[in-house]
């Protein structure tokens, strides 16, 4: 079972329960999340587990999971599910030919579910611009940066200040398969012209990638904007564990955009990371402490991700 290490003395009378019935509640609440940013190998980057591994070892702990990998499309990955509901993704780095469109449709052909398709990540001109490596050391713990000739041409939504055609054709592609957009790594001002023009294109499943991470810095201003087009605002768990973004911070944003407007994700799968399981755990603990209530927990970790990949719950 999981333990209420770091819960708050008094926490049950502040929610008006003891505190073993709001575990049990946070517990159901957790057992039946998709998590959708879940990092999986086998990877350039060390990983904690496989695909088959994170299903052995989550099966009944969370519903499911959408599964990332920065170099390579997951439909690739060898896998039984089972009941656990797997969502796969591809992430729009060089390594599978930037934006290319025809690696989500030839991912999303081989899916049951709709798969995320994120925007660049380790190759995005922003973030290499801001951490100078594809791998940050804090991804790894390792004393090294791994660099190379892409962190001088980055990847970048805008050509002479217009949306790239190839950029347009991933997002025909992601409304024609029915998947979810994700922003990735990109700057928050190409997040901003690029929801825009997928809302303007009818797509209606988009994430903004945890916003908050330093090498985004996201405006609030800009997050109301682009939830009243429809997207929802990611809140992860490694924004308080790897980059120290303090909980309070992350409550703060929550409330400026509404619960209703968040999901709530992991973003573990580093090889010192916990499970996912464990993590939602004690970050729902936290969030919790700094005034969430479980009604909001239920819209960000069950609600809200269910209705991305378009999976019912019954909320029994």
């Known amino acids: 079972m999981r333990t209420l290490d770091g819960l708050k003395i008094g926490l049950g009378s502040a929610l008006n329960g003891p505190v073993y019935i709001i575990y049990m509640q946070l517990e159901k609440l957790i057992s039946n999340t998709i998590d959708l940013h879940v990092h999986v190998g086998p990877e350039i980057i060390p990983r904690k587990f496989s695909v088959q591994e994170l299903i052995r070892e989550e099966g009944g702990k969370l519903a499911g999971a959408a599964i990332k ?5 997951t439909t690739s990955m060898a896998r039984d599910s089972g009941d656990f509901i797997l969502i796969d993704s591809v992430v729009l780095n060089y390594y599978v030919g930037g934006f290319n469109s025809d690696i989500i449709r030839a991912a999303a052909e081989l899916s049951k579910y709709p798969i995320v398709v994120w925007f660049p990540t380790i190759n995005a001109k922003n973030f290499l611009s801001v951490t100078g490596c594809e791998i940050p050391i804090e991804w790894t713990k390792q ?11 980055g990847l970048e939504i805008f050509a002479d200040g217009k949306i790239r055609a190839d950029v347009v054709g991933v997002l025909l592609a992601i409304k024609e398969t029915n998947s979810i957009l994700a922003t990735g790594h990109i700057s928050w001002r190409e997040s901003e012209r690029l929801v825009q023009t997928a809302a303007d294109l009818g797509i209606k499943r988009i994430i903004i990638t945890h916003p908050i991470y330093r090498p985004i810095g996201m405006p609030i201003n800009i997050q109301q904007k682009l939830i009243k087009m429809g997207a929802v605002i990611e809140h992860c768990v490694s924004m308080n564990t790897i980059d120290k973004i303090s909980i309070r911070e992350i409550v703060e944003q929550i409330k400026l955009v509404g619960a209703s407007n968040c999901i709530l994700t992991s973003d573990v799968g580093q090889s010192s990371s916990p499970y996912p399981s464990i993590t939602l755990d004690k970050f729902c603990h936290e969030l919790l402490c700094e005034g969430i209530s479980l009604k909001d927990l239920e819209m960000m970790l069950v609600n809200n991700p269910r209705r991305l990949v378009g999976v019912d719950w019954s909320g029994k």
């Open 143 to 153: 004393e090294r940066k791994i660099k190379s000739d892409i962190c001088d041409r």
């Open 69 to 73: 990998n920065h170099f390579f499309a």
